[in-house]
């Protein structure tokens, strides 16, 4: 099964580092997230990945064009200009295909520009460039194909960003609570999408999760995938900070 990660977007929200390169560049323990994500996919089988890119997209295949030498021990005869790279059955057995899909490009469009590239694919992985978790992408996978609907979507609880207060009915603090699990459930992306999503794209530039998946919603055609493990987005520097902190102590989505 083929990976779709959208790769386009500029981070706004993380203009400390995105000044220079795209967002999914921005790296985790010395990794780009985007390689996070990959080896996250590719440890549970999915190895052919489709990228659709926008803001700084040739930095993204510049880094895996050059992903070969600077993964490994390399060997440089200096007079016949030869490269010998030492242990190159250590790198990464990924297909990827690049898709310039438009600086302003919306989800939806950019997806609709990757169509081509899923013909005969009955089913396909959709997530974000920036984010990472510990889903079993097999088990997110058969839950898909089990209830046959378009979109299957990981939902999860997230984590409150500010502590909260406890009241009584006088207004009376009984109790803090630091930063809690949310009972609401969110799009964690890791996404299961049948092909037949396309019947619902054309090239409007439009966002998916706001104009595309309500209206499957209306259909009763997603599915949620009730995930309670770790995840863990780079929205802003903080969450970089976090990410890389968390990468040093305990990296929970390191499943591979």
């Not at 700084?56 to 390399?74: A, C, P, T």
Request: glycine share 8%; net charge neutral; hydrophobic share 35%.
């Amino acid at each position: 099964m083929k990976c779709v990660i959208f790769c386009g977007g500029k981070g706004t929200r993380l203009r400390e580092e995105t000044k220079f390169i795209p967002k999914p560049l921005v790296e985790v323990g010395g990794y780009p997230i985007l390689w996070h994500i990959m080896k996250i996919y590719s440890s549970y089988g999915v190895k052919d990945f489709i990228l659709p890119l926008g803001y700084k997209g040739d930095l993204i295949i510049r880094y895996f064009m050059e992903y070969q030498w600077r993964n490994s021990d390399v060997t440089l005869n200096l007079k016949s200009n030869q490269i010998k790279i030492e242990n190159d059955n250590e790198i990464d057995d990924w297909n990827i295909t690049f898709v310039d899909t438009g600086l302003e490009s919306k989800t939806a469009l950019r997806l609709y520009k990757v169509k081509k590239y899923l013909e005969g694919e009955d089913n396909f992985c959709l997530t974000y460039g920036d984010g990472v978790a510990n889903v079993n992408i097999k088990n997110l996978i058969d839950y898909h194909l089990k209830y046959d609907k378009i979109v299957s979507i990981t939902g999860l609880h997230p984590r409150s960003k500010y502590g909260l207060m406890l009241k009584d009915e006088n207004n009376i603090i009984t109790k803090f609570e630091e930063k809690p699990i949310l009972k609401e459930s969110v799009n964690g992306g890791f996404m299961v999408i049948k092909n037949q999503i396309f019947d619902y794209l054309t090239n409007e530039n439009l966002m998916l999760v706001e104009s595309v998946l309500p209206q499957l919603a209306k259909e009763g055609q997603i599915k949620v995938y009730n995930f309670n493990g770790f995840w863990h987005c780079m929205d802003t520097y903080r969450d970089y900070e976090d990410l890389n902190r968390i990468w040093e102590e305990q990296p929970l989505w390191k499943v591979w």
